[in-house]
Each structure stands twice: as structure tokens, then as C-alpha cells.
């Protein structure tokens, strides 16, 4: 497949939603983040050392659980921006009495050496990349042979209801475009990733308020969208926007429903193994993959 860039998604947009700082976690991703850590039960392999992307933005709580998984794992804490990293250094920094400083290995605030990691937990980030394809391999470039990749993302039928809702008031859309999981798979491959598993869920929260609503959804993104609304909204047009999300995103018509909102969660999984060419092809290795396969007894052409 080729490299192209997600054509709803702005390049700076994005780039400003990424250099933005967090107050914390979203809820969505809290949630999120400790689904994905359950599924982490099936897979026997101990990291020596693994990375979180983006942590600030996709769980805090996750982090916890994680170090908690792996306590005697080194752990790389990858940040978007500088204030972000600054920020997480405050969140996660180990008080020098905290007996769990004296038993676990520190963590690190940067982004990992090509090869450092077994494990890379990259948490509902995905889908705000101007440049996807390039952000797998970055991660896959992180991982080390035999190392795997866990990540999460939303999926196309997110804001379902939403989107209908701006499409009858005949407005631009309300964001970009996500991408369906089978494509996401594609792109594992592309990257050099191997045995990708891809699946999804559909989680539908409820507000008794658009006001509610709308706080949660400036929490979870922006709008990336090349053609959305040029500028900044009225507080009529603000109003407006709320009487319709009462009016549409009740199921059923009921005044005494609560608001509904769909989000289509994707959940990917996939490992990094030993580039599979023939001596004979003109090929580059780097230096910590062929340290790697020097580790695993496993060479290039290797099954």
C-alpha cells in the first residue's frame, strides 16, 4: 500500500492539537487504556524495557497499572511536547522516600534508542496523526526483534450520531475522518510489522446535558477537519448547536433520555520480527537489529 497522508486530516491542525498541554487523561482513555491492559494476560513475554507514548494524553492511570504489570522493567515515558514531558515528569516522578524508587528501575523521559524496547503501548493517539504511516514507524523502529506493539485508536463509526446531526443542519463536518481497522493492519504491515490482530467495540456513553457532552468532546480532540468551520463560533451559533444535540441524539424522541454518543474503539496488536531477505539482496540492518537477532540465535532469511 502506498505512503499517503489521512486526506480529512489538516497537517497544522494537528500539529497544534500535539503541541497543546493536557490537564490529564481523558476518561474514554482511562477506560480504554485498562481494557487494552487485560488483553495484555494472553501475552507471555516480560519486557525488559518498554515505552509509553503519549502517556499524559493516554492514561495516567494506565502508566500505573503498566509499571505495576512490570515492575522490574525499564520504562521510557514518550511525550509530544516539552510541556508535556515537563508534565509528566511531575506526575510520575518517584518521591526519593516511595519505597517503590529503591525496587523498580527509573524511568526515563525520552524516546527510546532504535531497538531499546519489547514492548511499545502507544493508547487513542493514532487517529490525530497528520502522518500515520510515518508515526508505526517510529514505533516499530523502537521495538526490538521479537517485541510487540500495542495500541489503540478511535475507529469510523465514532460520533455517528454527531455527524448525522451536522449533516441535517448542513454543516461542515464535525471531524476528520478515522480509519477502519483492516487499513490500520495494512499499514502494520507496510511498516514491517508482522502477525497484526486487529479487532474493535463499540462503547456508547450518555449525557444528561449537550453542555456535558461538549466538555467531553474538546477533551478527547479537536476537529482536524481541512473544511471544517473556518473561525471562531458566535454564542448563537454555540446555543443553536445545543438545542440541536438535544434534538437529535435522543434514540428515541423521549425528552427524559439521556444524550447518546457512539464511539467505535479499535484495539491493535502486532510483533516485529526478524527482517525476513534472502543474503543474496542488498540489505541494511541496523546495528541494534542485528545485535537483536545475534540475542534471538536468528539471522536474515530466518522463519
Known amino acids: 500500500m502506498p505512503k499517503h497522508l489521512p486526506p480529512t486530516i489538516d497537517p497544522v491542525a494537528a500539529a497544534r ?51 505495576k504489570r512490570y515492575p522490574e522493567a ?18 510520575f516522578a518517584r518521591p526519593w522516600w516511595h519505597p517503590v524508587r529503591w525496587t523498580s528501575r527509573p524511568l526515563r523521559f525520552e524516546t527510546p534508542p532504535p531497538a531499546a524496547v519489547q514492548m511499545l503501548w502507544a493508547n487513542m493517539g493514532l487517529h490525530m496523526a497528520a502522518d500515520p504511516q510515518q508515526l508505526i514507524q517510529n514505533w516499530h523502529q523502537a521495538l526490538a526483534v521479537d517485541g510487540f506493539l500495542m495500541f489503540s485508536c478511535l475507529g469510523p463509526d465514532t460520533l455517528r450520531e454527531l455527524r448525522g446531526l451536522y449533516q441535517a443542519m448542513d454543516w461542515p463536518a464535525p471531524g476528520h475522518a478515522f480509519t477502519d481497522m483492516h487499513d490500520w493492519g495494512d499499514m502494520l504491515v507496510q511498516a514491517g510489522f508482522a502477525e ?38 458566535t454564542p448563537r451559533w454555540r446555543a443553536d448547536l445545543e438545542e440541536a444535540i438535544i434534538r437529535h441524539l435522543r434514540p428515541h424522541g423521549d425528552n427524559l433520555e439521556p444524550l447518546t454518543l457512539s464511539f467505535e474503539v479499535v484495539y491493535g496488536h502486532a510483533f516485529k520480527p526478524v527482517p525476513r531477505v534472502r543474503l543474496a539482496d542488498q540489505s541494511a540492518f541496523s546495528l541494534e537489529d542485528m545485535r537483536s537477532m545475534l540475542r534471538t540465535g536468528r539471522g536474515p532469511g530466518a522463519q
Not at 507514548?53 to 492511570?61: E, H, I, M, P, T
Not at 525499564?74 to 506526575?91: G, I, N, T
Open 17 to 67: 492539537w500535539a503541541a497543546l498541554t493536557a490537564k490529564g487523561s481523558p476518561w474514554l482513555h482511562e477506560e480504554v487504556a485498562r481494557r487494552m491492559e487485560e488483553r495484555l494476560d494472553l501475552i507471555r513475554l516480560q519486557p525488559e524495557a518498554w515505552a509509553h507514548w503519549d502517556a499524559v494524553r493516554g492514561g495516567l492511570q494506565a502508566q500505573a497499572l503498566l509499571s
Open 74 to 91: 525499564l520504562c521510557y515515558v514518550v511525550e509530544l511536547s516539552e510541556a508535556r514531558r515537563l508534565m509528566a515528569e511531575q506526575l
Open 196 to 233: 497484526p490482530v486487529m479487532d474493535m467495540e463499540r462503547i456508547t456513553l450518555t449525557y444528561a446535558t449537550p453542555q456535558r457532552l461538549l466538555a467531553d468532546l474538546r477533551e478527547l480532540g479537536r476537529n482536524l477537519n481541512p473544511k471544517r468551520f473556518a473561525g471562531l463560533r
